[in-house]
């Protein structure tokens, strides 16, 4: 069975870090991209980040630039979202999810992914 099961996120006050974190069961993480998505309140899902197979490539939306870091760990077969200087507008449900392409595209759609992690809450407070 192929899954992504996601660890970490929680509640952080605002202007701190916090992890996401996926481990990928049944595949790997360098056959395909793999991206992120949030779900803020009142919102649909949307793309935050992703990275081509080769591990380069990063590209961000423009609201998370130079705070937030995707990575990945091939040998542990885990991939990261590090999330830093949060805003109360970060709080959401964050998604990992491994991609159908081997690139990665701005703003990305959903549909050029196929397996999702399940989606922590990370929760800001001001």
């Known amino acids: 069975q192929l899954r992504l099961v996601e660890s970490g996120g929680g509640l952080v006050q605002s202007g701190g870090s916090l992890r996401v974190s996926c481990t990928a069961s049944?595949?790997?993480?360098?056959?395909?991209?793999i991206g992120w998505f949030r779900q803020v309140p009142g919102k649909d899902r949307g793309w935050v980040a992703c990275m081509n197979s080769g591990g380069r490539g990063a590209r961000y939306a423009e609201s998370v630039l130079g705070r937030f870091t995707i990575s990945r760990d091939l040998d542990k077969g885990t991939m990261d979202l590090q999330v830093n200087r949060l805003k109360s507008v970060d709080t959401g449900v964050y998604y990992c999810?491994?991609?159908?392409?081997?690139?990665?595209?701005?703003?990305?759609?959903?549909?050029?992914?196929?397996?999702w992690g399940q989606g922590p809450q990370v929760t800001v407070s001001s």
């Open positions: 999810a491994d991609g159908r392409l081997s690139g990665c595209r701005r703003s990305a759609p959903e549909e050029d992914f196929e397996i």
């Open positions: 049944g595949f790997r993480l360098d056959e395909y991209g």
